[in-house]
């Protein structure tokens, strides 16, 4: 059992891969079947550093940087969500990976709930926290989510997110995680985001974020799949938790009534960042699940 411990270091090894022209950057330890971690907006796989150790002995586990995103490249695009798909789908296939494990978290369960809908036969399971299970509806935002998604909405067109996206990086991490982070850990989601003209990927997240009003561009993706997850068979582990951010309870309990092969999981009071605040706990989760899935159990 590995005690609880909260590092503000990475200790894992910098890997490249070439992605339409452009290095997209990825942490890889172990050995084994791939179990690709994927991240949200604005943070990196630096966000999975205390989780890895958990799950390292059952498998090759690999987490990339979004593109645009901690370190890989800017590439002159404009980091839809159809983008960060593509390049993500690309990355997979460069990789060679097969038989995948999906370990998803904010905007990177779109991509990869997208993903395993569109390519089942090369997942075995997915796992998931705060994630974009089915399109929002105003009903099922609470007040608080809706004035601040309302309020960063507000944002993309401010005159220093549009050069750099420090301010905004620092409102959503201190905002979503339980515990004060330090400055080491603060400045590792910020470096990406400090120079001019790195704010473009923050920007194009505010645009299509759904907030219930079912006009958002993600909002079309998040129903096809949606629409095909409630049949899927592969296993699939849900963490939530209360009051979170993207995931409330309705949600939690459309899943359990909806999705087949679903373990579902409350880890307790967390907000949207808890990989910061209780990696023993998710990590563990996930290996046992993982587990199960490897004897036939879940």
Aim: hydrophobic share 35%; glycine share 8%.
């Amino acid at each position: 059992m590995i005690p609880e411990r909260i590092s503000s270091t990475c200790p894992y090894t910098s890997h490249y891969a070439d992605i339409y022209g452009s290095k997209m950057h990825y942490l890889e330890e172990g050995v084994g079947d791939p179990i690709l971690f994927l991240h949200g907006i604005p943070t990196s796989s630096y966000l999975w550093r205390n989780i890895i150790p958990y799950i390292m002995p059952l498998g090759r586990c690999i987490a990339p940087d979004l593109i645009g995103m901690g370190k890989s490249a800017k590439p002159n695009i404009e980091y839809t969500i159809a983008d960060h798909i593509r390049y993500i789908e690309k990355f997979i296939e460069t990789l060679n990976l097969n038989n995948l494990i999906l370990v998803l978290h904010g905007w990177g369960s779109v991509i990869g709930l997208d993903y395993a809908m569109r390519h089942e036969k090369n997942c075995r399971g997915i796992a998931f926290y705060e994630a974009f299970l089915r399109p929002f509806h105003q009903e099922d935002i609470s007040l608080p989510l809706y004035e601040q998604v309302i309020s960063l909405q507000e944002q993309t067109t401010a005159p220093d997110l549009t050069q750099h996206g420090v301010n905004f990086v620092d409102q959503i991490i201190t905002q979503g995680v339980m515990r004060k982070l330090s400055e080491a850990e603060k400045n590792q989601y910020r470096e990406p985001f400090s120079k001019p003209g790195t704010g473009k990927p923050l920007q194009q997240y505010l645009k299509e974020f759904p907030h219930g009003d079912g006009k958002s561009k993600a909002d079309q993706l998040i129903t096809q799949y949606s629409k095909k997850l409630s049949h899927s068979k592969l296993p699939k582990l849900m963490l939530y938790s209360v009051p979170g951010f993207i995931t409330t309870i309705g949600t939690a309990m459309w899943a359990r009534d909806t999705l087949p092969n679903l373990e579902l999981v409350d880890i307790g009071e967390e907000l949207h960042f808890a990989q910061e605040s209780h990696p023993k706990l998710i990590g563990e989760t996930v290996s046992i699940w993982l587990q199960g899935i490897e004897t036939g159990t879940a």
